[in-house]
């Protein structure tokens, strides 16, 4: 099993940039892929970027392909999202996930392993 904490949302201008962190316990952090979603107010969550256990496979939502990137320091069971020239779009609650992988091109599984989330806010 495994517990996520994440941290560093919070509100930001259009073409701001934030650092979201998701921090991971227990022993078994480094097998699982992982993901970070997004909930916008009135819509479905949905998966924005992925990462493999070992670093070398990654995804991004194509609208934030080029402005977002995902990273992990299995050392420190954290896994980070980068957000750079932030939209009011990207406005949400973030989410970290624990996951796995599957064939084919969309790779990532979703496991039932969620943080808490963090809001972002970005304004106009």
């Known amino acids: 099993q495994v517990q996520l904490v994440e941290s560093g949302g919070g509100l930001v201008q259009t073409g701001g940039s934030l650092r979201l962190s998701c921090a991971a316990s227990?022993?078994?952090?480094?097998?699982?892929?992982m993901g970070w979603f997004r909930q916008a107010p009135g819509k479905e969550r949905e998966l924005v970027a992925a990462i493999s256990w070992s670093g070398g496979r990654r995804y991004y939502e194509k609208s934030v392909e080029g402005r977002f990137t995902i990273s992990r320091d299995n050392a420190k069971k954290t896994v980070y999202l980068q957000m750079n020239s932030l939209k009011p779009e990207d406005t949400a609650v973030y989410y970290c996930n624990a996951g796995g992988t599957q064939a084919g091109s969309s790779w990532y599984l979703q496991l039932n392993y969620w943080g808490q989330g963090t809001q972002v806010t970005v304004s106009s």
């Open positions: 227990g022993r078994t952090f480094s097998s699982y892929a």
